[in-house]
């Protein structure tokens, strides 16, 4: 098996483990904090919060390998786009998760000390606790869902500009990317409740399944191997 058959398994399975902890982040956590009492509730379900926690920074290293593993394949067709992928997905997003992560985590204490000072203080803690469960919440900030639109877009377009994947699943992944990234807009002005709703799941739910279809393709047939090999020609003359 060669490198760049393995790059792609890999590339494949960081999906899927990045996905999978994503959800499982979210049904850990999810249940806790959607509500007006999750102050109350995290400092009694601290366990829960951790391991949400846990499973978002994993699902954010594994996507941010998936941008490492990529560029020396990338930057063969597109240096450019390669380098800006890497970027956005290996380094802004990772920040973002690791923001995301000790937001999560800081709301513990946060939620033990609320408990504690009762009702007559209970506005402060609501304050800092809005601020720190909205503030890095990937589901309704736009900062976040555009930093990742970005860096899909910089993906799709290189696949299929190369074809080292088929085009039909680059198409794809632009809609997706399009439809998702307008949830940031819809929310930006106010058309959308930040959230879990019917609307945003309509409009995410695209990207979802064509990043499994993409994973399970890269895992079975992995990049077009006459491309590979005409980008390696290139490289040997140059």
């Not at 058959?5 to 483990?17: D, E, Q």
């Not at 920040?95 to 009762?118: H, N, T, W």
């Amino acid at each position: 098996m060669n490198t760049n058959r393995k790059t792609a398994i890999i590339v494949g399975v960081l999906y899927i483990i990045g996905t999978v902890a994503g959800i499982l982040g979210v049904v850990f956590y999810g249940p806790i904090l959607n509500g007006p009492d999750y102050l109350i509730k995290v400092s009694a379900n601290e366990n829960q919060i951790v391991l949400g926690a846990l499973f978002t920074l994993t699902m954010g290293l594994a996507l941010a390998m998936v941008a490492v593993m990529l560029f020396p394949i990338l930057k063969k067709h597109n240096q450019a786009l390669a380098l800006g992928y890497v970027v956005f997905r290996g380094a802004l997003e990772t920040v973002y998760y690791i923001a995301l992560v000790i937001s999560r985590l800081l709301l513990i204490p946060l939620s033990q000390e609320f408990v504690k000072a009762g009702a007559p203080n209970a506005s402060y803690f609501q304050t800092l606790g809005a601020l720190l469960l909205q503030g890095h919440d990937y589901s309704i900030n736009p900062i976040g869902i555009i930093v990742f639109s970005l860096d899909a877009l910089m993906l799709y377009y290189v696949f299929y500009q190369s074809k080292l994947i088929p085009r039909w699943i680059s198409v794809w992944g632009f809609i997706a990317i399009l439809m998702h990234v307008s949830t940031a807009f819809l929310i930006w002005f106010r058309l959308v409740s930040p959230g879990i709703s019917l609307t945003l799941f309509v409009f995410n739910f695209p990207i979802l399944i064509q990043e499994m279809v993409m994973a399970v393709w890269l895992i079975v047939k992995g990049f077009n191997p006459s491309v590979i090999a005409s980008a390696s020609a290139k490289v040997d003359l140059n």
